[in-house]
C-alpha cells in the first residue's frame, strides 16, 4: 500500500508537469523536490525488476484511469518522462487518436467504418451506401463526425503524403457538394479543409500536437456539428445563434455569468417595511420602522449613511430599483477564476461547469468563423478572443474533471454524451421559447437546460461513463497499439490465485478511486441531496480553507502596526518592497517567523481574488497580480488601510471578505436553524479572532476524515468499488464541529495610519500649549533648505520631527532644549532617525519643531514635485481639481503682490493637515478658508494675501494652486 501511495503521488506530479502551461513559471525548490522523487522511483523500478513488472505497470495505468490518455500520449511523447512506460510504447512513431465519437452509438461506427473504406479503396460509394435515406440532422451530424475522425487519422500520421491529403480532401469536397445527406455544405468544407479560414489555428490537426489539444478541437467540432444541424428549438436556439450568427447575441445575457445580487435581496425584504438607500459610493442599504432615515450611521466603507428628521444625509441617494446585471460575457480571463467553481443561481456546481462549457464551446465554434461580433460582449475585450475562449474551454475541462473526481478523458467523455444525447432529443424538446434578453430569461433557460438534459445525465452518470469508457476502449484501432496493450487489465484466473506471492499478482496493481472530496461532492449533487448547511461547506471550500488563517494575518497585522504605525509616509508604503521590509528585520526568528505569515498571506491571496473580482459593488485592488511578490509588490499591501483609502490595500481586501464571509455563513446557519440573536450580544472584535472562533475548516485536515468516517467503502470481488455517503450525519457533524457557538465578528477593525494621517489640528494645538512656538529665521530657513537637497535625508529628518511633535504634544519639554538632542538622549532613537542638516541640529531648539517641520514639509514636496512625483499623494481627492485658463492668469497676477514663500509654506499645512472637527468643503473660498486658518494658530498674516487673492479660487483648487505656487516662487528664486 505504501508502494501504491508513493507511485500514485509521482503519477500526479507527471500530470502537473505535462499539463503545465508554458508560459507558468514553476518554483526551482518545487522542481528539485519533483527530480528526487522521479529519480527514487527509477530505483525502486530496478528493485522490483528481477521480481515482477506488475509495479512498473502501475504508473501509466493509474496515469491512464486518474488522468486520462491524453495525458499517457504526452508523457510518450516527453523525453524527460517517457522512462515512466514499458519498453515497447517508447519512441513508437505511431500516432493514437482515441475515438471518444464512439459514444455516438452504433450509426457512428457504421458510417466511420464506411468512411475508412471509402478512403482505402478511392471508392465515394462506400460511404454512399452506409447512409440511410432518407437523411436525418442525428445522420449529419454523424457523417461530419466520422469525416473529421478519419481526416484526422490521415493528418496525424507522418507516413501520409500531402499531395494524397490533397487528393482525399477532394474527394470529400465533391462528395459533401453533392449529396443531401450534408446540409450544412459550409461546415463540412470547413471539416475536411482542416479549418483552412478558421481564426481559430489551434483547431488544426497536424502531427506532434498535444494530445489534449487534439480532444478540444474534437469537442469544438462535435458542439458545431450538433448546433448547426439539429434544428432549432428553444433551448438549443441562443446557443445556435452564438455558434451561427453571434451578431444576434449583443445585449444579452449569458448562461452561468454572475447577478447583481441587489434584486434578489430587495425580493428577500419584500415583505417587511423598509427603505432602501444607497450611500455615495453606490453601497446599498435599508432602514426599518418608518423607512426615513433618523440617525446618522457609517457604512462598511466609511461614508456617512442615514441623516436627520427624514432628510439623507449628504451624498446619500435613494437604493436603486433597476438591475444592475451586466450582459454579455463578463468573468475575465481564464486565469483569473475561482480555484474551485463556484454555483450560479439554482445550478449545482457541476451543472454550471458543464453549461459554461458548452457556452464557451459554442462561442469558439463563432468565434472560429467570425470574430469581430464577439468584440461586443467580451469584456474587457481580450487581445486574441479565440485563444481566450480556448483558455476558457481548457480550464472548463480541467474544472469539470476535478467536480467528477475523475480523469480529463471521462469528463471530455460527459460532454460528447451531453451532445449526442442534444442531438437525439433535439426534436423532442417540449419547452416553450426562453430568450437570454433578461436575468430572469436566462435564469429560466439554465434551469431548463439542467432539467432536460443535464440532471438525467448526471442521475445515471457512474454507467453511463463506464460504457461509453468500454465503447472507446474496445475500438480495434486503439486496442492494437502498443499503448493500449499496457493499459488494459489482466485478471488473474481464480485457480492461480496464492497468497505465497501477492506482490505479483496483477489485482494487486489495479487502478482504485480514492474518496476525495471531488467524488463526495459530486455524488451529493448526483442524489440531489437537500442539506443546505453541507452544501454551503462544499460551495465555499475556498473561503473555509482562507479563514483557517485569519488569526496569522491578524497577527502579521499587529506586527506591521506595530513596525509602521504612524510612522511612515504613504509614499514610503507604496515605493517599498516586502522584501526590504523583511531585511530590515534582525535575522532570526523573528524574520523568519513575519517571511512565513507573508507567504501564508499571499496564498490566501491568490485563492481569494478571483473571488473579489467576481464582486461587482466591492473594492478591491487595481492591477494586482494574481500573486504577492515579495521582490515586486509595495508593503503597502500588507496594511490594514481603510476600505475607502485611495489605494486599496489587498490585507484590507481580504481581511474584509473573510470577516463578512464569515458572518454571512452564521446568518444562514441561524436562519436554518431560526436561532434568534440580540443585536452585539454575539460579535467579537477581530483582535480576538482564532481559529477556534471563527467559521474555518480545511478541506485536507479537517473535512476529509469526517468524509471517511461518514463513507461506506465496499469492494465485491470481480467487481467495481461502491462508495456511498451519510449526507445527514456528515451534515450535523459539520455545524457541531464548525458552526456552534462561533461569534460574529465587528466589521470595524483597527486601520492603519500614515505619518501625515496622525497629524491633526488638535495635535499642533496641544503642542503650542505645551511649548509655545517660534518661527525659523529666514536666514536660518535658507541655509537648512540649501542642506537638505536629498529626497531620502529630508524624509528621515522630516520622519524625525513628526516623531518629536507626537511625544512633545502630550509630554512637553524645555523649550530651549536641542532638538537634534532631543530625539537622541530622550527619545534614544539612534542615528536611523536624525536630522540631516547641520544647520537644523545646532539651531533648531523645542520651540522650533513646527516651523522646522513645516520647512520640511514643504522642501519634501518641492523634491517631489521636481522628480514628477505627487506631493499630495493621501489627500482628499475633492482638493485636486485643476484651475482653469482665467483662474490660473488671476492667480499668476495676484502673486505679484503677495508673500509667496510664506503662502507656499502656509497653504501646504492647511491641505494636509487633517480636521475631523470642522470637515472643510471643496466649494469653500481658498481665500476665506486659508485666513481663519492662520487666525486660530496665532500666524501672522501673509502679506498681500487677503488683498489680492482671487476670490474664484475654491478649496477644490488648493494642489493645483500649490504647485503653481512652488513653480513660481522656484522661478524667482532662481532668478
Request: proline fraction near 5%; aromatic fraction near 8%.
Amino acid at each position: 500500500a505504501s508502494v501504491r501511495f508513493s507511485l500514485s503521488i509521482a503519477c500526479d506530479a507527471m500530470y502537473s508537469q505535462v499539463s503545465q502551461p508554458a508560459y507558468r513559471v514553476i518554483n526551482e525548490h518545487i522542481q528539485r523536490a519533483v527530480r528526487r522523487l522521479f529519480k527514487n522511483v527509477k530505483r525502486l523500478f530496478e528493485v522490483f525488476e528481477a521480481v515482477t513488472r506488475w509495479p512498473m505497470l502501475f504508473m501509466p495505468k493509474y496515469l491512464y484511469r486518474r488522468h486520462g490518455m491524453d495525458t499517457v500520449l504526452a508523457i510518450a511523447q516527453s523525453q524527460e518522462l517517457q522512462w515512466v512506460l514499458p519498453y515497447e510504447p517508447r519512441g513508437s512513431r505511431e500516432e493514437v487518436v482515441p475515438d471518444r465519437f464512439l459514444v455516438c452509438g452504433e450509426m457512428y461506427r457504421q458510417i466511420r467504418e464506411a468512411t475508412g473504406n471509402t478512403i482505402l479503396t478511392w471508392d465515394i460509394n462506400q460511404l454512399i451506401h452506409a447512409l440511410k435515406k432518407p437523411a436525418t440532422p442525428q445522420q449529419e451530424v454523424m457523417t461530419l463526425l466520422a469525416i473529421y475522425t478519419e481526416l484526422t487519422m490521415i493528418r496525424v500520421s507522418a507516413r501520409q503524403h500531402p499531395e494524397h491529403i490533397l487528393q482525399i480532401q477532394q474527394m470529400f469536397v465533391k462528395f459533401s457538394r453533392s449529396t443531401d445527406a450534408i446540409r450544412n455544405k459550409a461546415l463540412a468544407q470547413r471539416v475536411i479543409l482542416n479549418n483552412k479560414d478558421g481564426h481559430c489555428t489551434r483547431l488544426r490537426i497536424a502531427p506532434n500536437q498535444p494530445p489534449r489539444q487534439r480532444s478540444v478541437s474534437a469537442l469544438v467540432t462535435h458542439v458545431s456539428a450538433v448546433l448547426t444541424t439539429t434544428p432549432s428549438t428553444p433551448l438549443l436556439e441562443p446557443l445556435k445563434a452564438l455558434a451561427v450568427s453571434p451578431n444576434r447575441m449583443r445585449g444579452h445575457y449569458l448562461p452561468t455569468m454572475p447577478d447583481d445580487p441587489l434584486p434578489e435581496l430587495q425580493r428577500a425584504f419584500a415583505n417587511q417595511q423598509v427603505g432602501w438607500y444607497q450611500c455615495p459610493k453606490g453601497h446599498h442599504y435599508i432602514i426599518g420602522d418608518c423607512t426615513k432615515p433618523w440617525f446618522v450611521g457609517k457604512c462598511h466603507c466609511g461614508e456617512e449613511i442615514g441623516g436627520s428628521s427624514h432628510n439623507l444625509a449628504r451624498g446619500n441617494l435613494p437604493g436603486r430599483t433597476d438591475d444592475a446585471t451586466a450582459t454579455g460575457h463578463i468573468i475575465g480571463d481564464a486565469e483569473e477564476r475561482p480555484v474551485r467553481p463556484s454555483p450560479e443561481r439554482q445550478l449545482s456546481p457541476l451543472s454550471t461547469v458543464v453549461t459554461r462549457l458548452v457556452l464557451h464551446a459554442a462561442m469558439l465554434a463563432g468565434a472560429n468563423e467570425n470574430v469581430q461580433p464577439f468584440t461586443n460582449f467580451i469584456r474587457p475585450v481580450p487581445t486574441n478572443i479565440t485563444d481566450f475562449l480556448w483558455r476558457h474551454l481548457d480550464r472548463d475541462l480541467d474544472d469539470l474533471a476535478g467536480l467528477l473526481g475523475r480523469s480529463i478523458d471521462d469528463a471530455t467523455l460527459l460532454v460528447h454524451i451531453l451532445l449526442t444525447d442534444v442531438s437525439c432529443r433535439g426534436e423532442r424538446e417540449r419547452v416553450r421559447d426562453i430568450p437570454w434578453t433578461s436575468p430572469k430569461g436566462r435564469t429560466n433557460w439554465e434551469n431548463e437546460f439542467n432539467n432536460v438534459y443535464i440532471k438525467p445525465l448526471i442521475q445515471n452518470l457512474d454507467y453511463r461513463l463506464q460504457l461509453a469508457s468500454r465503447h472507446v476502449d474496445s475500438d480495434n484501432r486503439l486496442s492494437k497499439t502498443h499503448i493500449f496493450s499496457i493499459l488494459r487489465e489482466s485478471p488473474t484466473p481464480s485457480g492461480l490465485l496464492s497468497l505465497q506471492n501477492v506482490i505479483g499478482l496483477p489485482e494487486m496493481w489495479q487502478y482504485r478511486p480514492s474518496v476525495s472530496l471531488e467524488h463526495m461532492s459530486r455524488c451529493f449533487v448526483e442524489h440531489q441531496a437537500e442539506h443546505t448547511m453541507l452544501k454551503m461547506f462544499l460551495d465555499n471550500a475556498i473561503i473555509l480553507s482562507a479563514m483557517c488563517q485569519l488569526s496569522d494575518i491578524v497577527h502579521l497585522i499587529t506586527l506591521l502596526r506595530t513596525r509602521y504605525h504612524r510612522n511612515i509616509d504613504m509614499t514610503e508604503a507604496l515605493t517599498m518592497k516586502i522584501s526590504e521590509f523583511l531585511k530590515s528585520l534582525p535575522e532570526g526568528p523573528q524574520r523568519q517567523k513575519c517571511d512565513a505569515l507573508v507567504k501564508c498571506f499571499g496564498s490566501i491571496w491568490s485563492n481569494i481574488r478571483p473571488l473579489l473580482l467576481q464582486q461587482d459593488k466591492a473594492r478591491r485592488p487595481e492591477d494586482l497580480g494574481p500573486t504577492i511578490d515579495a521582490q515586486n509588490t509595495s508593503l503597502y499591501h500588507l496594511l490594514p488601510m481603510k476600505e475607502n483609502a485611495t489605494v486599496m490595500s489587498c490585507m484590507t481586501a481580504v481581511v474584509l471578505f473573510l470577516v463578512r464571509k464569515n458572518n454571512e455563513f452564521l446568518d444562514t446557519y441561524r436562519r436554518n436553524l431560526n436561532i434568534g440573536v440580540q443585536d452585539g450580544v454575539n460579535v467579537q472584535s477581530w483582535t480576538d479572532i482564532s481559529t477556534n472562533n471563527v467559521v474555518s475548516c480545511d478541506p485536507g485536515r479537517d473535512l476529509m476524515p469526517m468524509v471517511l468516517s461518514h463513507c461506506n467503502y465496499s469492494l465485491a470481488i470481480g467487481g467495481e468499488t461502491k462508495v456511498g455517503y451519510d449526507f445527514a450525519a456528515l451534515e450535523k457533524q459539520l455545524v457541531d464541529r464548525f458552526l456552534c457557538g462561533k461569534r460574529t465578528i465587528d466589521e470595524k477593525f483597527e486601520t492603519f495610519q500614515f505619518r501625515q494621517e496622525a497629524r491633526d489640528v488638535g495635535m499642533l494645538s496641544a503642542l503650542r500649549k505645551q511649548i509655545p512656538q517660534e518661527k525659523i529665521s529666514i536666514p536660518v530657513q535658507q541655509q537648512i533648505v540649501l542642506e537638505s537637497t536629498s529626497l531620502e535625508n529630508v524624509c528621515v529628518s522630516l520622519a524625525a520631527v513628526d516623531i518629536a511633535i507626537f511625544f512633545l504634544a502630550s509630554a512637553g519639554g524645555d523649550a530651549d532644549k536641542l532638538l537634534g538632542e532631543y530625539l537622541r538622549r530622550v527619545l534614544k532613537m539612534g542615528k536611523a532617525a536624525r536630522l540631516h542638516s547641520d544647520k537644523a541640529q545646532s539651531y533648531c531648539r523645542l520651540k522650533h519643531a513646527l516651523s522646522l517641520w513645516q520647512l520640511l514639509s514643504v522642501q519634501r514636496a518641492r523634491l517631489l514635485l521636481t522628480n514628477d512625483q505627487d506631493p499630495f499623494d493621501n489627500v482628499d481627492p475633492s482638493y485636486t481639481k485643476e484651475l482653469d485658463e482665467e483662474q490660473v492668469a488671476a492667480l499668476e497676477e495676484s502673486l505679484k503682490h503677495v508673500d509667496v514663500e510664506t503662502l507656499v509654506a502656509e497653504l501646504y499645512e492647511l491641505v494636509v493637515i487633517s480636521d475631523d472637527k470642522e470637515k472643510r468643503q471643496p466649494k469653500w473660498s481658498l481665500l476665506e478658508t486659508l485666513d481663519p486658518y492662520l487666525d486660530q494658530k496665532g500666524a501672522p498674516e501673509i502679506s498681500g494675501f487677503e488683498d489680492h487673492f482671487p476670490e474664484s479660487i475654491l478649496l477644490e483648487h488648493a494642489c493645483d494652486t500649490w504647485r503653481i505656487l512652488a513653480s513660481y516662487n522656484q522661478e524667482g528664486v532662481n532668478t
